[in-house]
């Protein structure tokens, strides 16, 4: 009696996790806008509204792209980056310390602008003075076509926005969802495949990550060889056989990847208190989770290291766990004889 009531509350307690994963995907959320907002100044980068002014003393780190009806860039005002002006009526007297795209109706430029790179203008009204300084060329690309104009301001809206940790942000969960749905695929066209692969992984993974480093070595070792037999005596003919060989090795490294994701996805789900779900579901859910954890290291610089030492050990384990099991067509540790049966 006693024993049986001992294990009723530790039963009771497994489904208790599920409440996690709505948890887990709310403290995702905040940590994001955390994210976003400690990087505030990249997220605001790109600036829509009705009005816009850089005040006098005001400094501006980083790229700009600034869409108004009116912009007004005051008088000691300073802007680090490139910066792209878009509006009616615009007004430069600040310091502009890289090149400056304006696609306006009219330009005012001050005494005190001043602007250390190239000017490019689409702007029908230019008001100036001579003792603006501007050290780079001035180009007036609407002379020609508007096309030019427009190419350089979208070039110079993306260069802004792909610095920016929200566009990391939304490619890493983007990523992460792919690649839940390539485990998820994978494991239903090639289950046995992946499970020999897996059982590789989770009974000797000391193995598997130095047979998956060695080889990626030896790839690295060859290639360099290669680079530099190229200054020598081989031709440039055999590059095909060498672009071919990484590409062997990149689907390879993507098909160890893959291995990892479902025995990933049934621990998180016995985790949880979870148990006996269908492999493809642990596949998705475990891809998904491992590509998240290690893809959200990368979204500040000062633990992007963390991503890559991480990438670097599991992604050889899976590459070693794929070349030791012949890409899963062999189980590895191989299988003991049965020698009950001989005698």
């Known amino acids: 009696m006693h024993k049986h009531n001992d294990n009723k509350p530790m039963t009771a307690n497994k489904p208790q996790r599920r409440w996690l994963i709505p948890f887990s995907v709310l403290t995702l959320l905040v940590l994001s806008t955390v994210a976003c907002g400690t990087q505030r100044k990249d997220v ?13 003393g005001e400094r501006i780190e980083g790229d700009q792209v600034i869409l108004a009806q009116r912009i007004t860039l005051n008088d000691q005002g300073v802007i680090t980056g490139k910066v792209t002006l878009i509006g009616d009526e615009v007004r430069l007297n600040a310091q502009v310390e890289d090149d400056v795209v304006i696609v306006a109706d009219t330009l005012t430029i001050g005494d005190t602008a001043r602007i250390a790179g190239d000017l490019i203008m689409c702007v029908k009204n230019v008001e100036g003075t001579d003792t603006a300084q501007i050290e780079g060329e001035i180009k007036k690309e609407c002379n020609d076509t508007s096309r030019q104009s427009v190419e350089s301001v979208f070039e110079s809206s993306f260069n802004s926005w792909q ?3 929200f566009f990391h942000l939304v490619g890493t969960i983007a990523g992460s969802l792919l690649f839940g749905a390539l485990a998820a ?12 692969m897996s059982r590789a992984v989770q009974r000797a ?3 598997t990550g130095g047979i998956g480093c060695l080889t990626m070595l030896i790839a690295i070792g060859l290639t360099l060889i290669y680079l530099i037999s190229l200054l020598l005596i ?16 990149a689907m390879l490294s993507v098909l160890g990847w893959v291995a990892l994701a479902e025995p990933f996805g049934k621990r998180l789900f ?10 493809m579901i642990a596949a998705a859910v475990g891809g998904v989770t491992l590509s998240l954890l290690i893809r959200v290291w990368g979204l500040f610089w000062f633990t992007s290291w963390i991503g890559f030492l ?34």
């Not at 695929?185 to 020999?196: G, R, V």
Request: aromatic fraction near 10%; charged fraction near 10%; charge should be positive.
């Open 163 to 165: 610095t920016s940790v």
């Open 310 to 343: 991480a990438t670097a050990i599991l992604g050889s384990i899976g590459l070693g766990a794929v070349v030791l099991t012949r890409i899963g067509t062999k189980p590895y540790p191989a299988p003991k004889p049965d020698t009950t049966r001989l005698q």
């Open 185 to 196: 695929l994978s494991t239903i066209l090639f289950h046995q495949p992946l499970q020999n």
């Open 205 to 207: 993974p000391l193995v």
């Open 234 to 249: 081989l031709p440039a003919v055999l590059f095909p056989y060498a672009l071919i060989g990484w590409l062997v090795v």
């Open 270 to 279: 016995r985790w949880l208190g979870m148990k006996n779900q269908p492999p």
């Open 44 to 56: 605001e980068g790109f600036n829509f509204r009705r009005n816009y002014t850089l005040d006098a």
